[in-house]
C-alpha cells in the first residue's frame, strides 16, 4: 500500500524556522515527482512546492519562494520541507502528496496520494 | 500565474439530486485539470484527472467536462457520502493552483 507520513509540524514563533519530512512507503519513491500543499485553518488548498523525481527541479508559489526548501533523500525515501523567516500565514496543515506519472518530473501531473498532514502553527 | 475560481462557494442540496459546479481559469489550461474531494480533517481525495477522466475506484455518479477555461463537475445522483469540499486543481503550469472550494451541503 503507498503511504505518505508527515512529521516535524510544530508551534514555532515568527521569524523562526521548521523542517517537515515525509516518509514513502510503498512505492518506488526515486521514481515520482513529489509535493508538499498546505491548508489554513478554515480555508482552501494552496499549493506550495513540487521537487522532481530525481530532486534536480524544484518549483515554488510565490508566497514561500525564497524562504522555503523543498529537497528529497531517495535514499531514505524522504520528502522534506525547510521552512524559514516563518510568518503567521504560513500556520496551516502541511499535507505532502505524489504525483502519478513514473520519471514524469512533476510536469503537468496530478497528485494521486496524500499523507494525512502535519500542523505547523507560527505564533508567539 | 493562473488563477482559478470556483462557484458557487456552497451548495445547498438534498440526497438524489443532480448537482453541477464550474471552475474557470485565468487563462487557457487545456485539459490539465484535477479534481479533490476533501472531507473535515482529511486529506484530500483525487475525483478527476485530465478534466474529464474517472479516478480508479470512484464511483461513477462523477464525471468531469471541459477544456481551455472552464470546467464542470458533476455528481448524477447525490449519496450521502458525497457531503464535502470539492476543489479544482490547474496542472498546466506551475506554481500549480487550486480553487477555493465548493462546500456541498445538505439542504
Known amino acids: 500500500e503507498v503511504q505518505l507520513l508527515e512529521s516535524g509540524g510544530g508551534l514555532v514563533q515568527p521569524g523562526g524556522s521548521l523542517r517537515l519530512s515525509c516518509a514513502a512507503s510503498?512505492?518506488?519513491?526515486?521514481?515520482?515527482?513529489l509535493t508538499w500543499v498546505r491548508q489554513s485553518p478554515g480555508k482552501g488548498l494552496e499549493w506550495v512546492s513540487g521537487i522532481s523525481d530525481g530532486g534536480g527541479n524544484t518549483y515554488y508559489a510565490d508566497s514561500v519562494k525564497g524562504r522555503f526548501a523543498i529537497s528529497r533523500d531517495n535514499s531514505k525515501n524522504t520528502l522534506y520541507l525547510q521552512m524559514n523567516s516563518l510568518r503567521a500565514e504560513d500556520t496551516a496543515v502541511y499535507y505532502c502528496?505524489?504525483?502519478?506519472?513514473?520519471f514524469g518530473g512533476g510536469q503537468r501531473d496530478y497528485m494521486d496520494v496524500w499523507g494525512k498532514g502535519t500542523t505547523v502553527t507560527v505564533s508567539s | 500565474d493562473i488563477q482559478m475560481t470556483q462557484s458557487p462557494s456552497t451548495l445547498s442540496t438534498s440526497v438524489g439530486d443532480r448537482v453541477t459546479f464550474t471552475c474557470r481559469a485565468s487563462q487557457s489550461i487545456g485539459s490539465w485539470l484535477a479534481w479533490y474531494q476533501q472531507k473535515p480533517g482529511k486529506a484530500p481525495k483525487l475525483l478527476i484527472y485530465k478534466a474529464s477522466s474517472l479516478e480508479s475506484g470512484v464511483p461513477s455518479r462523477f464525471s468531469g467536462s471541459g477544456s481551455g477555461t472552464e470546467f464542470t463537475l458533476t455528481i448524477s445522483s447525490l449519496q450521502p457520502d458525497d457531503f464535502a469540499t470539492y476543489y479544482c486543481?490547474?496542472?498546466?503550469?506551475?506554481?500549480?493552483?487550486f480553487g477555493q472550494g465548493t462546500k456541498v451541503e445538505i439542504k
Open positions: 510503498g512505492f518506488t519513491f526515486s521514481s515520482y515527482a
Open positions: 486543481q490547474q496542472y498546466n503550469s506551475f506554481p500549480y493552483s
Open positions: 502528496a505524489k504525483y502519478r506519472t513514473l
